[in-house]
């Protein structure tokens, strides 16, 4: 069974992702494609470092042909940005990055982009796997890759150079080359070595890299940027003195990063401060954009400046949306991911982390003093994160509790609203709690965010105490 969660698709290598279930979705795509007269602007296709994700990709771009749909096949490791960038510029309908993105090595998946480079909506997404379920494997016709690239359905595109000049345009070059700012970037054995560390070099900074080789089992450790699996970069930054650390999940769409002071900037933090720089340094106007498992100090600072904050459900297409409809200066998550107005319309770790070192470069100041400047201003908000891992009788019995009883403990913390828009969310007088299922793991995310670090874990005991959870 095919089925989508807000990154995308995601299986357990030779269990459900198998050639027969990639090749399966690629035909769905092509019928939809074909449903929609726009099989002939063809699709992009690209692929991450996983295994298995250069042949699944060519497995897609078989049905494809199959179809006599043109692939633009990019045939080296891509970050998911630039696929969704060459959505954008080719001005295609759809396109497919064969990738897990942050999921442990034994996952590969995809995920779909539509017009203008965006996340596929869930709508998409839904009638794609209710088409998947319909087709037998003996009504999938293929055509042979080597066979497709002979003759001319397949087409090796390089779009590298023009992705990173997009970036190099974007940011402040020339106060980066005055600075001599020192980097160690980490890419998790991902895909975003070649595209950062060609933008910084140009921009004359010092760079040194750490698990850059090509690893399928990315050293053993979840190619996820947090502060549990950047201890290795921690000691680099350190050790070097560097200015900042810089390290990309999986597929280079998030981002995580290392101060001056070696300390983990937790992505609430990163997002805070880009959208503090972008309007205070670079007076850029308008609202910001989150998710509502995000940081409320954003919201204190959009107001601070006169702007809005829009909370959305989780999933990165509801925060594109958002930016459309409100023009906002920048929207965000508490994972890693985030854009920019007049960037793509799906995160990007790359142009992220470029952006962050422009910050460093016209400032002229150091990350953490940076952010004290905010705190100093706003206040602290602190935020405790937990998953606890669940099966399905466990989430049939939560999900009656929480979303259809609508039970709740007697919490300390004075109640103002509660949301069941993704999940359950309760707003306190000074802070929130939210408890909801990942789209992409097996998992029950509990996130709370109050003034001191002590609220927070008691806030989080007193809902797990009440749903009888551990924490992990």
Same mark, same amino acid.
């Given at each position: 069974?095919?089925?989508?969660?807000?990154?995308?698709?995601?299986? %357990?290598? =030779? @269990? *459900?992702?198998?050639?027969?279930?990639?090749?399966?979705?690629?035909?769905?795509?092509?019928?939809?494609?074909?449903?929609?007269?726009?099989?002939?602007?063809?699709? $992009? %296709?690209? !692929?991450?470092?996983?295994?298995?994700?250069?042949?699944?990709?060519?497995?897609?771009?078989?049905?494809?042909?199959?179809?006599?749909?043109?692939?633009?096949?990019?045939?080296?490791?891509?970050?998911?940005?630039?696929?969704?960038?060459?959505?954008?510029? /080719?001005?295609?309908?759809?396109?497919?990055?064969?990738?897990?993105?942050?999921?442990?090595?034994?996952?590969?998946?995809?995920?779909?982009?539509?017009?203008?480079?965006?996340?596929?909506?869930?709508?998409?997404? @839904?009638?794609?796997?209710?088409?998947?379920?319909?087709?037998?494997? *003996?009504?999938?016709?293929?055509?042979?890759?080597?066979?497709?690239?002979?003759?001319?359905?397949?087409?090796?595109?390089?779009?590298?150079?023009? /992705?990173? &000049?997009?970036?190099?345009?974007? +940011?402040?070059?020339?106060?980066?080359?005055?600075?001599?700012?020192?980097?160690?970037?980490?890419?998790?054995?991902?895909?975003?070595?070649?595209?950062?560390?060609?933008?910084?070099?140009?921009?004359?900074?010092?760079?040194?890299?750490?698990?850059?080789?090509?690893?399928?089992?990315? =050293?053993?450790?979840?190619?996820?940027?947090?502060?549990?699996?950047?201890?290795?970069?921690?000691?680099?930054?350190?050790?070097? $003195?560097?200015?900042?650390?810089?390290?990309? &999940?999986?597929d280079a769409d998030r981002l995580g990063i290392i101060d001056?002071?070696?300390?983990?900037?937790?992505?609430?933090?990163?997002?805070?401060?880009?959208?503090?720089?972008?309007?205070?340094?670079?007076?850029?106007?308008?609202?910001?954009?989150?998710?509502?498992?995000?940081?409320?100090?954003?919201?204190? +600072?959009?107001?601070?400046?006169?702007?809005?904050?829009? *909370?959305?459900?989780?999933?990165?297409?509801?925060?594109?949306?958002?930016? @459309?409809?409100?023009?906002?200066?920048?929207g965000g998550e508490s994972s890693g991911g985030l854009t920019?107005?007049?960037?793509?319309?799906?995160?990007?770790?790359?142009?992220?982390?470029?952006?962050?070192?422009?910050?460093?470069? +016209?400032?002229?100041?150091?990350?953490?003093?940076?952010?004290?400047?905010?705190? &100093?201003?706003?206040?602290?908000?602190?935020?405790?994160?937990?998953?606890?891992?669940?099966?399905?009788?466990?989430?049939?019995?939560?999900?009656?509790?929480?979303?259809?009883?609508?039970?709740?403990?007697?919490?300390?913390?004075?109640?103002?609203?509660?949301?069941?828009?993704?999940?359950?969310?309760?707003?306190?007088? @000074?802070?929130?709690?939210?408890?909801?299922?990942?789209?992409?793991?097996?998992?029950?995310?509990?996130?709370?965010?109050?003034?001191?670090?002590?609220?927070?874990?008691?806030? $989080? *005991?007193?809902?797990?105490? !009440?749903?009888?959870?551990?924490?992990?």
């Amino acid at each position: 069974m095919i089925t989508f969660g807000t990154g995308g698709w995601r299986a %357990i290598i =030779g @269990d *459900e992702f198998t050639r027969e279930n990639v090749q399966r979705l690629a035909f769905a795509l092509a019928q939809r494609m074909e449903a929609e007269d726009v099989a002939s602007r063809g699709i $992009c %296709i690209g !692929f991450d470092r996983r295994f298995l994700s250069r042949q699944a990709a060519q497995w897609a771009a078989e049905v494809m042909a199959a179809r006599r749909i043109h692939t633009y096949f990019i045939n080296r490791e891509a970050p998911t940005p630039l696929i969704m960038y060459t959505v954008q510029q /080719y001005g295609l309908y759809y396109g497919m990055a064969v990738t897990a993105s942050h999921n442990p090595a034994l996952y590969n998946g995809i995920k779909l982009f539509t017009k203008g480079g965006r996340d596929a909506k869930q709508e998409v997404t @839904d009638e794609l796997s209710a088409a998947c379920a319909k087709i037998a494997r *003996e009504d999938i016709p293929v055509l042979d890759y080597e066979k497709a690239l002979a003759a001319g359905y397949v087409e090796i595109i390089s779009p590298y150079n023009s /992705y990173i &000049d997009t970036i190099i345009r974007a +940011v402040n070059m020339d106060a980066i080359r005055s600075r001599g700012l020192k980097i160690v970037l980490d890419p998790m054995y991902g895909v975003s070595r070649t595209a950062l560390q060609t933008i910084l070099l140009t921009a004359r900074c010092e760079v040194d890299v750490i698990h850059e080789r090509h690893d399928t089992l990315f =050293g053993g450790r979840l190619p996820a940027p947090n502060e549990r699996t950047l201890g290795a970069l921690r000691g680099v930054v350190e050790e070097t $003195c560097a200015d900042i650390g810089i390290a990309t &999940d999986g597929d280079a769409d998030r981002l995580g990063i290392i101060d001056d002071e070696g300390k983990f900037v937790h992505p609430n933090e990163i997002l805070v401060l880009l959208y503090y720089y972008l309007v205070k340094y670079r007076h850029w106007h308008g609202p910001a954009v989150r998710n509502l498992a995000t940081t409320h100090l954003l919201d204190k +600072v959009a107001h601070a400046f006169g702007e809005a904050c829009y *909370e959305v459900p989780v999933g990165f297409k509801h925060i594109s949306a958002a930016i @459309d409809e409100h023009n906002a200066v920048i929207g965000g998550e508490s994972s890693g991911g985030l854009t920019v107005r007049g960037h793509i319309s799906g995160k990007d770790g790359i142009y992220a982390g470029t952006l962050l070192v422009e910050m460093l470069a +016209v400032t002229g100041k150091k990350l953490s003093e940076l952010y004290r400047e905010i705190t &100093d201003q706003f206040g602290e908000c602190y935020m405790v994160e937990h998953d606890c891992k669940f099966d399905a009788q466990l989430k049939a019995n939560l999900n009656q509790r929480l979303m259809i009883d609508k039970q709740l403990p007697a919490f300390a913390e004075h109640v103002e609203r509660v949301s069941y828009l993704d999940g359950c969310k309760v707003y306190f007088s @000074d802070g929130w709690i939210i408890v909801r299922f990942s789209g992409t793991e097996p998992l029950l995310r509990v996130f709370c965010e109050m003034p001191t670090l002590s609220r927070a874990e008691a806030v $989080c *005991e007193q809902m797990a105490d !009440f749903l009888g959870l551990k924490l992990n």
